[in-house]
């Protein structure tokens, strides 16, 4: 979920600074409200990634800094502050010349693309290539008793050891997934510094949908064939990278270490989604999107909001057999449905929580 969320908030970048442009806001003023919007969800994020409750004060030796919110906050300055300098009058219009029309809504933004792929050099480089003390170059397992117990310490390899590092073992999460299953003892953060880099890839994505809508305004058919195109694309370089296996490809899908190809994996489907959703709702009129919009019009709202709650009644309780998935099925259906039915008084109030 929470990377169809950085999918669509490319799209949503697109759109909005479209929108905020087209009626006549400055640059300076929309570079403002990126900056303020980027800066109060870093710390929303921190606050909530830091709860304490009756724990007494915090201390900031412990403060976690990375967190969902906070590469939200920071995935957005970036995509939005590029999408910013380098768009042009004309382009989404389809005014200006191109020297191939059918790349009319890439060839404009390459200076964007050259940004991109640069970053994605760059975590290529880190992943494979940093030196990591004690783990082998290029090691995405997960440590502990993994791979026959030979690199307990190397959770994450290099995205671990580059946030234990630069922010410190007590400034990570200390209970990762890895945990359970691998019995490992190093914090690894799924939310760190080296996977950012690929969340704005994410984004990028969901940008190019953006310019798709906007370039093609009305035209379903040429819309609709070109999130098709991406899919497939996303989905040929999934199985290049994974080679169509578990863990024998060059870059496995990792959702923890947000890996190239489980970016481009969930692109995949975020752009066949999102073709779905057009069909029904854009172009056969067949949906409304409820009940799912009212949730996307308070997102942040219903996010901290679940944060917050997730432990108390009647979100949650003591279960009868903590196995039990048809249990833990109706506890989160049960909180789901709660938080819809929130989010949809809200809408009908008309209460928006917009940053």
């Not at 190093?186 to 690929?198: A, K």
Request: aromatic share 14%.
């Amino acid at each position: 979920l929470f990377s169809r969320f950085v999918f669509i908030m490319g799209t949503s970048i697109s759109l909005s600074l479209s929108s905020m442009l087209r009626w006549g806001s400055s640059k300076r003023k929309v570079l403002g409200k990126i900056l303020w919007r980027s800066f109060l969800l870093v710390l929303l994020g921190i606050i909530v990634v830091n709860p304490n409750y009756c724990l007494g004060p915090l201390s900031w030796d412990n403060l976690r800094i990375p967190g969902v919110l906070q590469r939200l906050g920071f995935t957005y300055l970036v995509v939005a502050a590029l999408e910013l300098l380098f768009t042009r009058a004309g382009t989404e219009s389809g005014t200006l010349e191109m020297p191939c029309p059918a790349l009319q809504d890439i060839l404009p933004y390459w200076p964007q693309w050259i940004f991109i792929l640069m970053l994605e050099v760059i975590w290529l480089c880190l992943t494979f290539l940093l030196p990591v003390p004690g783990c082998p170059r290029g090691y995405l397992g997960p440590g502990g008793i993994g791979d026959f117990g030979n690199y307990p310490n190397c959770t994450g390899g290099a995205a671990g050891y580059i946030d234990r590092l630069l922010l410190g073992e007590k400034r990570i999460y200390q209970h990762p997934s890895s945990s359970v299953i691998y019995q490992t003892t190093m914090p690894y953060d799924p939310e760190g510094i080296l996977g950012t880099i690929n969340t704005i890839f994410m984004a990028f994505l969901g940008l190019q949908a953006g310019k798709i809508i906007l370039f093609y305004k009305d035209q379903h058919k040429q819309i609709m064939s070109r999130f098709f195109i991406w899919s497939i694309v996303m989905g040929v370089i999934s199985a290049i990278l994974t080679k169509c296996s578990k863990e024998e490809g060059f870059i496995p899908i990792n959702k923890n270490l947000w890996s190239i190809s489980y970016v481009t994996t969930v692109s995949c489907f975020a752009f066949i989604l999102l073709l779905l959703i057009y069909y029904l709702v854009d172009v056969k009129r067949l949906w409304s999107g409820a009940p799912f919009f009212y949730p996307g019009m308070n997102s942040i709202l219903v996010y901290i909001g679940h944060e917050v709650f997730e432990n108390y009644f009647p979100f949650k309780w003591k279960m009868q057999d903590s196995q039990s998935h048809a249990e833990h099925l109706t506890q989160n259906l049960t909180a789901t449905t709660l938080w819809v039915i929130i989010s949809y008084l809200l809408y009908k109030r008309r209460i928006f929580w917009k940053i």
